[in-house]
């Protein structure tokens, strides 16, 4: 069992910064990957960022260039620095660890954190 806890979410302005923090309870090292998602209301979930155990890393098609995920393995954590946000980047942010083994795949998810964007 892999806890997620995310953190770092909140109410800023069209154009503003925030970054969202995951902390994993596990090596984040010993994990497949980990990624950001996101639900709107009303809609479905669907992936922001990901991040390899081999650092390799792919973003949506609407966050990139602005959006940059990372990993310290030292503390366990994933972050994700948004940049240059809008009002369609408001929803709840989830972060997701994926690990794979001899007893099968596994998705982890946290609790979410809101990012909503309006002036």
């Known amino acids: 069992q892999v806890r997620l806890v995310e953190s770092g979410g909140g109410l800023v302005q069209p154009g503003g910064s925030l970054r969202l923090s995951c902390v994993a309870s596990?090596?984040?090292?010993?994990?497949?990957?980990m990624g950001w998602y996101r639900q709107a209301p009303g809609k479905q979930r669907e992936v922001v960022a990901t991040?390899?155990?081999?650092?390799?890393?792919n973003y949506a098609d609407s966050v990139k260039g602005r959006f940059t995920i990372s990993g310290d393995n030292a503390k366990n954590t994933v972050y994700l620095q948004m940049n240059s946000l809008k009002p369609e980047d408001t929803a709840v942010y989830y972060c997701?660890?994926?690990?794979?083994?001899?007893?099968?795949?596994?998705?982890?998810w946290g609790q979410g954190t809101q990012v909503t964007v309006s002036s």
């Open positions: 596990t090596s984040i090292s010993s994990l497949n990957a």
């Open positions: 997701n660890a994926y690990k794979s083994s001899w007893s099968g795949a596994f998705n982890y």
């Open positions: 991040i390899t155990s081999g650092e390799s890393t």
